[in-house]
């Protein structure tokens, strides 16, 4: 039996990834504090050049292939000036490293860091350079030829295989597991309607929450690209209208002031790239494959198995339940 005992994952030490930042970074003073873990590890850079973000990605979720890609976008959105957190090449121009760890080869990437904080109420110039800034994007992204392997938005990935995966998990509650397929079926029924053949597409984003920008002072910067996909472009506007609807169910604002921000950001984003009527028409169904890719998205891993429990799902499908009521088109 080997004298380390094997495991399937592995929390990195903060003082060796210092070490080998200096090595090869050639950046001194380093110190690393590990802020999160998820779908990749995310530790906190600091040195004596700034700020930097470390994302360690966890083979079972990330692939070499998918790393690079997302390598290749965030590079070229940098190349245009796109304002987005960007990986930053090392001594010899490499931006991936290799770690051998515990339960076998890792890769990481640095990232420079996203200046500013989290804005969850946007005022209005921050909501316009935020509909801006997601369309120079979009610009870029439809333009971007795949090289490697990422995964596609459509409604399998986001509506057929999560309620597959997620069935075993709602043995306590087949009620809402019966109803979530009531409502897939009405879904791929609503979106048929739509010609999505017209529709703008290229890697999104997909997560599109206030938590993946920052704002310093008028500028945001994006980040968090660990979701991105190819799909339609228009999941990457949904995402965003997203959070409005939160904050309207949490009374944190009214429908009024949803309107409000919504058209705001739209027209923001349509300064800079066009958006068709049927396009934004289709957000609140769009809206339900999110909710279910990312609880389906939850089981992959013990890491987040909280958000698999029964009163966790609850609230997953009271906000779906929230969209279909409020937001869809009544069936005739």
């Known amino acids: 039996m080997n004298s380390i005992f094997p495991a399937t994952y592995s929390t990195l030490c903060p003082e060796a990834l210092s070490e080998l930042i200096t090595e090869k970074y050639g950046v001194e003073d380093v110190r690393c504090k590990l802020l999160v873990r998820g779908v990749g590890d995310t530790y906190l850079v600091e040195s004596e050049a700034g700020c930097f973000i470390l994302r360690i990605y966890r083979a079972s979720h990330r692939s070499l292939n998918h790393i690079k890609e997302e390598v290749r976008l965030l590079q070229a959105l940098k190349d245009a000036q796109v304002s987005v957190s960007y990986p930053i090449a090392d001594l010899s121009g490499q931006t991936i490293l290799k770690l051998n760890a515990i339960e076998g080869e890792r890769h990481a990437v640095l990232f420079s860091y996203a200046k500013g904080r989290v804005v969850r109420v946007m005022n209005d110039k921050q909501l316009r350079i935020m509909g801006n800034e997601m369309a120079r994007f979009h610009t870029v992204s439809s333009d971007f030829k795949v090289e490697y392997e990422r995964w596609n938005f459509d409604l399998q990935t986001t509506v057929f295989k999560p309620l597959e995966r997620l069935k075993p998990f709602f043995t306590e509650n087949p009620e809402d597991y019966e109803w979530m397929q009531t409502i897939a079926v009405q879904l791929e029924r609503k979106l048929a309607a739509f010609d999505t053949s017209e529709f703008s597409k290229g890697y999104c984003h997909f997560d599109f929450l206030p938590k993946n920008f920052h704002f310093d002072h008028d500028t945001v910067t994006f980040f968090d690209f660990d979701f991105m996909g190819y799909g339609c472009l228009v999941n990457d506007i949904m995402t965003f209208w997203l959070h409005f609807v939160l904050d309207v169910s949490a009374r944190r604002m009214t429908y009024e002031e949803l309107q409000n921000s919504y058209h705001i950001f739209l027209n923001g ?63 005739v």
């Open 269 to 331: 984003y349509k300064e800079y790239r066009a958006v068709s009527p049927e396009e934004l028409a289709s957000v609140p169904y769009l809206a339900v494959g999110f909710w279910l890719f990312y609880m389906s998205f939850h089981t992959t891993h013990d890491q987040f198995s909280i958000f698999s429990q029964p009163a966790h799902l609850k609230l997953y499908v009271g906000f779906i339940r929230n969209i279909v009521e409020n937001y869809w088109e009544k069936e």
